[in-house]
């Protein structure tokens, strides 16, 4: 499985941003999806999940209400929709592909995209 993330950038707080991360090489339908972060000095950290259905979608309590995880299994694509961006935000965005997408730790994805930078400015 190849993942390819995008849509990061520079933003101001209080803006938003919308991710995406196009997978190729699996039928995308099969595969369970997740958001993760990494701050400068910092461990990854899961922001947002999503089963293969697009069901049971999960974030972070760090995030939740401000950020939503969405799929276009047609696309083969998953989205991150960020509002109301805090310069706590600012990280690497990673996507992952995994056999459930009910995980909440790294090692429970097996393939990675390569991140995008996002960064907010106070």
């Known amino acids: 499985v190849q993942l390819q993330a995008s849509g990061g950038g520079f933003v101001q707080a209080g803006g938003s941003l919308r991710l995406s991360c196009a997978a190729s090489g699996r039928t995308f339908s099969t595969l369970g999806m997740g958001w993760f972060r990494q701050a400068l000095g910092k461990e990854r950290e899961f922001v947002a999940r999503?089963?293969?259905?697009?069901?049971?979608?999960v974030v972070s309590d760090s995030v939740k209400g401000r950020f939503t995880i969405s799929r276009d299994n047609a696309q083969n694509t998953v989205y991150l929709q960020m509002n109301s961006l805090k310069p706590e935000d600012t990280a690497i965005y990673y996507c992952?592909?995994?056999?459930?997408?009910?995980?909440?730790?790294?090692?429970?994805?097996?393939?990675w995209g390569q991140g995008t930078l996002v960064t907010v400015s106070s």
């Open positions: 992952a592909a995994g056999p459930t997408g009910i995980g909440s730790t790294p090692d429970e994805y097996n393939y």
């Open positions: 999503s089963r293969y259905s697009g069901a049971l979608a």
